[in-house]
């Protein structure tokens, strides 16, 4: 009933620039938070970036000042303008949300996406 749809990864140079977006799509009746998770190889995936109703942001400390999260409320869409990448940023890139779906009655779920591979070379 409900898809989040990533785009926006792929290779870049170490420095260098990369804008993810994540559009939800279904039976939506409002989204409470959209964000960003990742994971590299071996590891946990970790949160990365969030925004919630209102606005309020959360970065993680190793993307702060770098890394910007925004939205578009009115397309269900969020971003993640990446900026001055590192090799440690290499990960596979998961949209999050936290949706209340309309069926027959509302009820709220957490959704992910399928994933995008972001690669920094050095």
């Known amino acids: 009933q409900v898809q989040l749809v990533e785009s926006g990864g792929g290779l870049v140079q170490a420095g260098g620039s990369l804008r993810l977006s994540c559009a939800a799509s279904?039976?939506?009746?409002?989204?409470?938070?959209m964000g960003w998770f990742r994971q590299a190889p071996g590891k946990q995936r970790e949160l990365v970036a969030r925004v919630v109703s209102g606005e309020a942001t959360y970065y993680a400390d190793s993307v702060k000042g770098r890394f910007t999260i925004s939205r578009d409320n009115a397309k269900n869409t969020v971003f993640l303008q990446m900026n001055s990448l590192k090799p440690e940023d290499t990960a596979v890139y998961y949209c999050?949300?936290?949706?209340?779906?309309?069926?027959?009655?509302?009820?709220?779920?957490?959704?992910w996406g399928q994933g995008t591979q972001v690669t920094v070379s050095s």
């Open positions: 999050n949300a936290r949706i209340i779906v309309q069926d027959t009655i509302k009820y709220t779920d957490t959704y």
């Open positions: 279904g039976s939506i009746f409002s989204i409470n938070a």
